[in-house]
């Protein structure tokens, strides 16, 4: 059955792909983007196009755009330039604002992208800021009471697909195009549920490494 998917920061270079790979299988796809600009590099790709700030908005105003899907992904953040504020008022507060607006639809299913070494207690200024952003998001996906799962890319290339990977331990790279078809197969698999795993190139098909997180 098609499913309906809504992603936040859907101009974001994993978001691209996934609203792609979903909107050519037939799923409905809403991407949220800041940007008026990027709609039509979404149209493009089958994904519906809907304006709306992750920070400036309120959660009700999420809520609304997201209404009605089966799923949210969480594929937004500031960026490596950004400063510490952006990490707390984007990496953090834009998902526990999606986390809000999920609940108020009662959407149940919430995927996000997040960090390998993402660390709710991590100390520091710079990457170590990212990381506790990163971190406390995922604490607050943990207690949501949704039916969440909680990817960790190691750092992300634009190299081609290799379609295998390892969730287990790994300080490796991982492509933009592996990470999207891994998000795709746990949309697919709603026993992914409650899962955190790391995400990096590896030897084992994408689809039996997230069939394994859905068993263990
Ligand atoms: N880089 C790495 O090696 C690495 C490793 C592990 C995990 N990650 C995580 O993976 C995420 C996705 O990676 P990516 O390469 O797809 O990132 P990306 O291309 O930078 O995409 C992030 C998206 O978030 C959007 N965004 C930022 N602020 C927003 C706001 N206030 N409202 C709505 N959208 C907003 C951006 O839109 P604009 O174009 O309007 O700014 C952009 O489209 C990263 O953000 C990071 O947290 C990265």
């Known amino acids: 059955m098609a499913l309906d998917v809504a992603i936040a920061g859907g101009h974001g270079q994993i978001a691209l792909r996934l609203g792609g790979l979903l909107a050519a299988r037939g799923d409905r796809v809403r991407g949220l983007i800041r940007n008026p600009d990027h709609a039509d590099d979404l149209r493009a790709a089958g994904v519906e196009p809907v304006v709306l700030d992750l920070e400036a908005s309120d959660a009700s105003a999420l809520a609304a755009a997201v209404a009605g899907a089966d799923a949210v992904v969480f594929a937004a953040g500031a960026g490596p330039g950004s400063g510490e504020a952006r990490k707390s008022t984007m990496d953090r507060d834009g ?15 919430y995927v996000i992208v997040s960090s390998r070494g993402a660390d709710s207690s991590a100390q520091g200024d710079g990457f170590a800021a990212y990381l506790r952003a990163k971190g406390e998001a995922d604490d607050a996906v943990r207690a949501s009471g949704l039916a969440w799962t909680i990817v960790r890319p190691g750092a992300l290339t634009n ?17 933009r195009d592996d990470v999207a078809a891994t998000l795709v197969a746990v949309l697919d698999t709603p026993a992914t549920a409650g899962a955190t795993f790391l995400l990096v190139a590896g030897e084992t098909p ?8 859905a068993a263990s």
Request: no cysteine; glycine share 10%; proline share 5%.
């Open 95 to 109: 998902a526990v604002k999606l986390v809000e607006a999920a609940k108020a639809n009662a959407i149940e299913r």
């Open 159 to 175: 190299a081609p697909a290799g379609g295998r990977v390892r969730t287990d331990t790994g300080d490796g790279e991982i492509p």
């Open 206 to 213: 994408i689809a039996d490494a997230v069939a394994r997180l």
